[in-house]
């Protein structure tokens, strides 16, 4: 599996962290993981977002050309670049987004997503539809870091709290950097709801798409 | 992982068919399959479907109740007694129509369903809203055996044809059928479109559900 990481990355274990969640998980799958250049803080606005879509073209195609990948992930929930590399390569593409959208629908709840942007995903409005009864962010919470803190954790909960508020009986991850703190299990502890993490899920069903259908031989 | 059959089997190579794909392609994975009573020519109607439900919720409060399963998996596209079963059972509940149709979703094509039934079922429906263009049966398909014969393929390659034809660009199948007689990779072949198997899909995303985010403790 090829996997796009859409922030810069110099040191390994950022840009592998994402990987090894799905090695841990999926035993015999193999992951490569390769970043864009210039995006040091990660997609964080609609800007940086426009000025990634070629560059992670150009480097799917190359993940394609030069590494024989069987599928590309990209681990971002704003699937950004996804439309585009489906029309220039021949693997499946698939998105955080829209990948982890669908696995919080065959849960049957009304699901909740939790961001760290204000404005909803388009990929996770598309996917959910009149299943998504609520989008939070919690407040103070800017950075990776602010994640990891425990008041950071306390705002999480309690932005969950008010999609449960709101209706949901699953909550979605809909951003990955929750995945790089391996948020979703704390959550789910604290809610006893599901909480479904973007890259596991993602990951799972790139998997899928891959080499599912060759174990059927 | 708990997964219920809707057609009644003596023999333990038919019963625990699905059970051993999933094994085959998730190799950490043990599947328990138990099936309902009284239909041995599976839910073909939905009258048999009506009177299977209060069976399948039986079985599955018996399978958490005496196996300690993570997990239960109705292997029918049907989604038959999920709905119920999720009132009353404390373990995640997965169909096999609403989980592999999630994972269509995630292709990002138009989907077209290909199923043995005329009626559209609605989990898949209601999960694919206005991406799922089109619904087709293959002719002079009855049974299991039919799918088997050389006749039978080509029967289901012109039904996927003519899904193609109507715009999808992922195939769906939308009978677990198609999964014992493993016609996936076949169709495939046949069409150059992705082919999505929903014991295979389904079973996966059941695999999430229940221990997914534990990877990432």
Redesign the interface.
Known sequence: MGLIRVLSADDPEILNSHGR?LE?????LKVMSQCIEGHPKGLWNEEEERQAIPKIVRLGQEMERNEGVDVLFVSCVADPG??EL?EVVSV????AG??S????????EPVGALSITDWILPPVAE?L?KALVGWERPTHVQTTLDLMSEEGREEITRAGRRLMDKGAGVILLACTGF?TV?L??FL?DRLRV??I?PV???G??A???AV??????
Chains 1, 2 share one sequence.
Do not use: Q
Request: aromatic share 6%; glycine share 12%; charged share 15%.
């Open positions: 969640l841990a998980f999926i035993p015999n996804v439309p489906r499946p593409v698939i998105g829209s990948a959208a669908g696995v919080a629908l065959s849960l049957g996917v539809g995945s391996r979703a299990p789910e599901p909480v993490d596991l899920s993602g799972l069903i998997y899928y798409a599912g259908n060759e174990a059927m031989r």
